[in-house]
């Protein structure tokens, strides 16, 4: 894990976790917890860090949660014993540890997406505590290809080849892409392994929005280098995850935040009803020359 100037603040992650009177702090844990028994081997200051978010939730979250944290711990061969410890003080009864949840990632996804610039950065610097190895990076093509397509400001093509690169949803892509404050772009772009410079290149000429801020694209640069490949992946992970629960549950609603954002890329003149046309209409797919947005 990069070293950091200055540590990201327990206190203000903590309190992002439950604010707005919705208390997420036992998802925050419990989901925490689960990706950092899935990597093999810590580091020091990754175990440090572990413990201090640990600690720091534990007091704060219910007993089923507490057992749940227990389970996941008492089964990985490196848990931190402070950890342990603290969970047999407090008596978590029998371990029981049922699976993270869909909705565990769509809380954790939800609350990415709505915090602040500052909020976002300790969210990710977090995840990085417990992501796995790094993946492959994209295919160089792909780069590319992404890179042309904001050289030529092309934001509903950056986000179809987006969504294609990270085997995300549509509107998800398109969120990403038309996000105002621009971190969600720094994650997918680091998830894909693109180089600084590119990534760069991409914010300067993708979204005028971001790139009329000078202040903005220093904060976004600097942020792309201090997150790491692999808790990048992590978040695209838990955003894909959310994703698919919401498509389940709603697709309607994704169908309408897919064509609300090829509506804001490529907006079309309505044509003007025709009351003297009672017959069966043919259906606008089969229409000479209608443009395919799919």
Known sequence: MAKLAAPPSLDSLVDLACRDGVDIRPTLLRVLTDLYVEKPAHTTEEEIQYVELALGLLDKVDAATRAAVMARLSAYPRAPRAVLRHLENRGTGAPVAPPRTASDDKALADLFFEASASERRLILINLDVVAAPAPAPAPEETL???????????????????????????????????????EPLAVAAKALGMPSAGFQRVLLTLDPAIARSVTRVH?????????????????????????????????????????????????????????EDASPRTPWRARPGAIHTD
Request: glycine letters at 4%; proline letters at 7%; hydrophobic letters at 50%.
């Open 144 to 182: 590319r290809a992404l890179e042309a397509a904001a050289l030529a400001h092309r934001p509903a093509e950056f986000a179809r080849l987006l969504a294609r690169a990270l085997g995300l949803r549509d509107a998800l892509a398109a969120r990403i892409v038309h996000d105002e404050q621009g």
């Open 219 to 275: 904060a976004l640069a600097a942020l792309y280098e201090e997150i790491t490949p692999a808790a990048a992946a992590h978040m695209v992970g838990i955003w894909r995850r959310a994703a698919e629960r919401r498509s389940v549950h709603a697709p309607h609603l994704w169908d309408d935040a897919t064509r609300s954002a090829r509506s804001f890329a490529h907006p079309a003149p309505r044509p003007a009803p025709r009351k």
